[in-house]
């Protein structure tokens, strides 16, 4: 198993585009293509895009990003588009996505990482606490948790 950072391996970036275009199929495909692209080359350290592999296989992937389409503007960086492939699930996979994104919190000097979801009771499982609810612009609540990125 290995976990990539696709600014470190540029190579991956058109298979990042092709994972998270299909793994969230409601998005605009457009958004992964730019984010993904632009981040390669980006002046700060984020935004960051992650990939998990199995053997050949790409079978997990997250960002780490300024705002997640939220009204919490002050809150970041966020882990977001977290996505396992379902026949992979069950393996806590997840868990290296998230420790990965809290290491470059750490690395990047913040203290806190913030996740939007929908989900109850997953999140938790891995440390995140839930503090309230945000908005976004396709008039949507999510819930909003964070977890401390430093030791």
């Known amino acids: 198993m290995k976990l990539i950072s696709v600014r470190d391996r540029p190579e991956f970036e058109v298979p990042a585009i092709s994972f998270f275009q299909e793994s969230w199929p409601d998005v605009f495909p457009k958004i992964y293509e730019d ?3 632009h981040a390669i080359h980006a002046q700060d350290n984020l935004p960051q895009w ?4 199995d053997k050949d ?3 997990g992937g997250a960002g780490l990003i300024t705002n997640d389409f939220i009204s919490r503007g002050d809150l970041y ?3 977001c588009a977290i996505f396992i492939k379902e026949e992979k699930r069950g393996n806590r996979y997840i868990k290296l996505l998230i420790d990965k994104a809290k290491e470059d919190c750490r690395r990047f000097g913040f203290n ?3 996740l939007c979801t929908e989900h109850i009771g997953l999140y ?3 440390g995140f606490e ?3 609810n945000g908005y976004h612009p396709w008039e949507e609540e999510s819930r909003i948790y964070k ?5």
């Open 77 to 79: 960086p966020w882990i």
């Open 112 to 114: 806190h990482l913030y």
């Open 130 to 132: 839930y503090i309230g």
């Open 35 to 37: 984010c993904i692209h």
């Open 147 to 151: 977890i401390k990125a430093t030791n």
């Open 50 to 53: 992650y990939l998990l592999i």
């Open 57 to 59: 296989e790409i079978i």
């Open 124 to 126: 938790e499982k891995f």
